[in-house]
């Protein structure tokens, strides 16, 4: 399993959490791993999900989430977490 | 598992401190399409390119969407042609026919440069070699994105001076036949020593002998991120400022390596080596230069500027190396003159001279880049200043380079804009004494010693 790291940066605001996790929900994309922190004001969430369940391409969820988030005014980014492990774990 | 704040650093790194992979370079052997016939030459040549490289680009953009970093340039490498084109071509426009295939072929995939339009000449120039060199002014004039590369010396062989004085005029003939757009055909072309096989960064790539028939080579880089680290030791010790950059040169590095790995997968093609190189762009803050001021230099050029680079160069292998499984290119800090928004600062302020760069070439990974020099300089002053590089090379077992730009028209004082990742500068003085005789002996250096090293 692949896993996936999605970031959300961006003025605090109602709802973020459960916007994202709606759209997680309906493309069947399971959540593994919720952690935030507040840094200068701005909210900082980060998601570990499985995408290997739903049904569309890495690109098309990762366009789809950079929509959602210009909706609510965050910055959505989805990596695989691939990037992370080799830069932070020898 | 991973933490937000690793997460959290990764992505500043790429958001605010520029690191990005600077290119992802495919290496495509040749040599099987080295024929008699100069028309089935440039067919072979445009169907293998093609044929490998149609999924380089495609493939980058898919690594770069997957991972979220930014992957800036794909380019390909290809032997070179002196060698493919040393049965088939006769004449100078034999020569820039394949130059134009290689155009085109690097068009129709998508890539931004493809090097290897190249002639290795470290001991003496065949004919076929000599040919192409001579060919480089209307083949750097009739293309756009065909890079060039002469190496004229090499530890091991010494330093073709007949070579070097070639390319001493080469080089005035490329500036002149490219005035219009500032003679920026230069900026395409390098003269090594000690030239590397597997060197990923232009303009001096090309797909040496010793390689597979296509591999792939990552060159990293990260300026940006060191400074904003070395930023967070301001006032420290040389261990605390080695150690930072160290860890900051390995974290880059296994970004390089994760794509080289990715991007080997995709395409079906060998993984050769990662450069671990910080190569600067006139972005702000992807500066080299401003790493020196961080380590404690008012500009680059000051007292202490080639000690500050050397320890800068050597942290940055040593935390690298253990980063990736294959090192290898050019891997060390990059001084471009236009390409570096700090090296320029100090340029204009006096700060950086011709010969003070020429020191730090001693100590950093290539030598004199991207230099905008009057356009009336002489032929043989060109070929004193690659001869000195060269030197310096051959002596000390290290690659070095000259890019040097003679901008026709243009004099001490003006300023010269290329565009892009090619940057702009000012025009920087050069040491008019004569070197004539120097140049006009002919014949070459020999080998140097390898032991009484002091």
Redesign the interface.
Known sequence: MKKTVITVVGKDTVGIIAKICTYLAGNNINILDISQTIVQDFFNMMMIVDVSQSQKRFDEISAELEQVGSEIGVDIKAQHEDIFNMMHRI | ???????????KMIEQENLDVRTITLGISLLDCAGPDISEVNKRIYDKITRVAKDLVSTGN?IQ?????PIVNKRISVTPISLVGASACKTIDDYVSIAKTLDEAAKEVGVNFIGGYSALVSKAMTESDELLIRSIPKAMESTERVCSSVNVGSTKTGIDMNAVKLMGQIILETAELTKEADSIGCAKLVVFCNAPDDNPFMAGAFHGITEGDAVINVGVSGPGVVKRALESVRGADFETLCETIKKTAF?IT??G??VAR?ASKLLGIPFGIVDLSLAPTPAVGDSVAEILEEIGLEYAGAPGTTAALALLNDQVKKGGVMASSYVGGLSGAFIPVSEDQGMIRAVEVGALTLEKLEAMTCVCSVGLDMIAVPGDTKATTISGIIADEMAIGMINQKTTAVRIIPVKGKGLGDSVEFGGLLGYSPIMKVNNFSCDDFINRGGRIPAPIHSFKN
Do not use: A, C, H
């Open positions: 598992m991973i933490n937000i704040n690793e997460v959290i650093e990764t992505n898919k969407k997957e991972f979220g970093i974290k296994r970004v390596q994760l990715e």
